[in-house]
């Protein structure tokens, strides 16, 4: 339920309405905004009935929240939120490219992978340490040694990272090494995984599951949010359908539609969500022109040696032709130019 | 298989080598060039094989064709295929916006709708005579008098017309009053319907079909071409997936992968790919981000008394908006400018 | 809307009731049972309820249809159909196996497999004249000679055939030839050929389109049904899925669900339903537990050489090993035996 | 690689080879048979090839594992695995039927239910103590409490229990109150989790994930099982399709292409397979049919009550119908009677 007060309601009202929600055995939450304040109830809806708050005199209005998701709908903050990683602000008016290779292999790799990377635009890195594989008998990541090079990459080029979590008893080292944490598609219902990644407070990439509605996914987000933090980017990587001549079908629907129910930033994977490299830079664009807020791109310094999902990779000079083909279509969809996000 | 010849070779080797791959039982295929002449020979490469076309004086390569659509595939065509209806030609350096409502209603609907349409950029008209409906009772069409509602609308427009068909009895009456046949999603394997369409010679809007694959999709396209009508234009219209937040899960991979493969047109149609009315103008400028040659949309003069396809259909002041929305990122991807395209 | 008589109501009022709601447009329907006649009318409901036909004397009660399908709901006819090819009831008592080639390849070859199948237990004969091919390059059928072959093999063996119509034209031609017309899986929502062979009132066996819904499924029964020809026979023969061990995924939820909400009788084809002939057997037995009214199986005098669907085929010492495992499970779901279905 | 050794090898020969196996830096498996030893070893093949173990005189053969699981197949062992939890063996000649709610709710009510579904022959007990929920506002299960009370119910009924796992920190409490863990679809690929429950040796109950090909599913199980715990069942429990007439669909399919290639005992879950009461004892009665080694149903003593899954629970007297239902094709599948297994 969702509460907003008048103008002239000051902070003695919200609390003394918050604890009312609270003794109601309901949880409530505060939400200060410039022009007036919004508290949210949630809990059970029929017990709120029972507080007739629509009666109280500093009450404007009170109304349900209509979808299974609250905290991270459009109906409880209309306007986009932010997420801030480090320097980097993904949601606003500036368009994010996240590049870096599937699989951190080693320092001079992601050094010179990030370097790369950096003068052509992105601003974000990526790598995994740790490696969910389907197989038990594939590389499994370089793990708190893969955290390391992050780190130390890190601090070499001012880039903030983002790498997977496949296991909640590295959330403290993980914590410490990266700057954003990621859930993968495998875990995206692994709603002990997210609660913990919520308690850390530190920003979460989630993607989406293989076979998760949009709603199941906003609700993954909502797991995290209702955990107090808010720091959550949502990623569009392609969904498993009956067609096998791309890896995934990456569903740009669902972006657009998340836009327009969510205030959360989302990001789009077109390297997961196609498989193929020479597809990459056109589904790209595609997410700038359909409303995504960025884009995480695989990109390798020597893709025919990369030790996984070297199909889907970019070379440098790809990543390069990548960055001159977006930079338009981030100019018409109105965004800050790439070139301006990299300094 | 893929016959180049060399620059000096005539007209005369030409037919000499046309004439010994009938000979040999196989479909001979005649592609003069600019630069050189490539011929085509299509059935059991084995057969080929006996030929030894690869010894002639005047071949310079032979190679197999490796897809198993060979007519359509870049294999035997590297350049884009340039499909002309009326006077819009689909394909080329414009990017070509078709609307229209579901269903022919009256003249003074479609008449009213076609002059909207036209004076913010579109340059061919979409409307259904006969609907294939997946109930028996439903509204099931005009018939003869929404073709023949079809025909005076364009003649008092200059727009030329696009209506499926879903019987081919229909089909001389389609021809003669419609510009283009489309062949919806649900008959994209009805391949009698596929021959039938292609010895008309008369162009083809082609649907893919709610659960084919791209590879289908090409093969179905392949069936009318090879009837020798060229004159082909694919439309990606949104696969059935898991997922319901969509009426289907529009696959702009597929747009994508398929110009990269292929140098037949491709056309999205944003409406049946979301079914949701705000998301037709995202999804149709992620169409033309990733390389589509245009986009076909449902404009209803008042889409809430529509007797079809409500939900998805756009008023006249939403396409307005579209097109407004639409015209950066056509200029983005280097087409030419749509108020050009509409002169 | 569906309105049952009093038992003492007699003809005159059951005359006097469907002309009545005839005289508002709608379509009557006359269904006398053994203890009481019920009417149906068909159209638009708000209509009917003007005619106030709970009023009447005679009238016992009247009450909504809620599916959107209406003939072949339960809520119109709660008994099952019975539906009669030839000699043999589909739907009844018994369990109906149905075996031959893919594709009818040589008259020795369709009376080899026939008398192979019949001495087995199968009562009758499958083939394919005109072939649906993904490809226009692939083996298209025999055509006419293919349907005089399946004439000549049915006179020899007595037994009832089956084959598929891949185009109108046709119809005739397979009237007169074949005992069966089956919709294959891409015409399921033809609807112009559904309505065509609906008009001639043959036996129908219609197949679950490979991304059809089952109330889809249901609708195009509703298509025939509604032209007047009740002899309709469902297929279930797998569905188009993410999963790619197996050709299809074998979808007996549906077959369990289609028998509780429809009266018409259920055929499994477990050969496309799988693609794999190992599977074929396994999944007959499942077919039988969940309620199906028979098996449509794919069998071939020898396999290795067949034309089309070789992986799928089973060899006639494969028939015979699926028709001994297939006994006990006949007997367990309480239908007569396969043996005395023969006869 | 799998290598038979010769019937008069004895166990030196075994330990030599392995200690080589191990030398190359291989994960040796040592197989011993009642005719003959069986000798695995995991890792690169190519590095195996130098051992040339064929040439070895006490070799009868060596070769490849062509499919990505190794120890879940059958090439590596063809006969059926038995797992044993408590006093119950799934795998063997046995059909299993393991019952109980969807979550545990009190001591009362899980003691009622397992007594009366004891008494119609399950064998054991189904509850979650910990729920995996789509929305954080659900209710997510008692926990620890629940434990408790599963333990104390099996001690009263003598019926060993499964439940599932949700999250690793509470594996310890888990493996000390419940006979067999579950691990859920959302968690089939939470590699962490399934090493983890792997190396605790208890057995394990693997739920198919919503989208997992059969491959993965396998290759999650050879997960646990290259841990060294070889306790592992399969459960099939319907994947996710573009169908919604039923929850899921179950694909059988699955089941019978598994029990081919895997030696792993297979249970089918009918009741989150399909999300409606009514389609439970069909796809029950088909499960058997198609080869599964047992089914597991949820029962709650008052479904209107239930606090998840109302839909699909059957109450009492469902299941005493499902039971007697199940009997002749238990029969008819050559499987031991369920009074026999229930005693």
Redesign the interface.
Known sequence: MIIVLKKEADDAVARELLGQIEDFGLQPLHMPGVERTVLGA??DERILQKLHLQNHPMVESVRPVLS???LVSRELQPQDSHVQIGPVTIGGKGFTVIAGPCAVESFEQMLETAQKVKAEGAVMLRGGAFK??????SFQGLGLEGLEILKAVSRETGMPTVSEL????DLEAMVEHVSALQIGA??M?????LKAVGETGHPVVLKR???A????LL?AA??IV?TGNANVVICER?????????RN?????????I??RSHLPVLVDPSH??G?R??VA??A???????ADGVMVEVHRDPAAALSDAAQSLAPEDFHALMAGLA??V???GRNDLARAAR
Do not use: H, W
């Open positions: 949630l809990g299974k998701y609250k969910p594989r389907t197989s038990p008998y496949i296991d909640a008893k495998r875990n219902q692994n709603f002990a995984m599951g293989m076979s509605t949009v709603e199941e609700l909502e797991y209702s392609g969904i498993r359908t009956f067609e096998t001549a791309t079908t990456l569903d740009l629907n669902a972006v657009a539609f836009k327009e969500g196609t193929i020479s597809l056109p589904m664009k595609a997410a700038v022109a359909c409303g338009p279509f100019t018409a969809a």
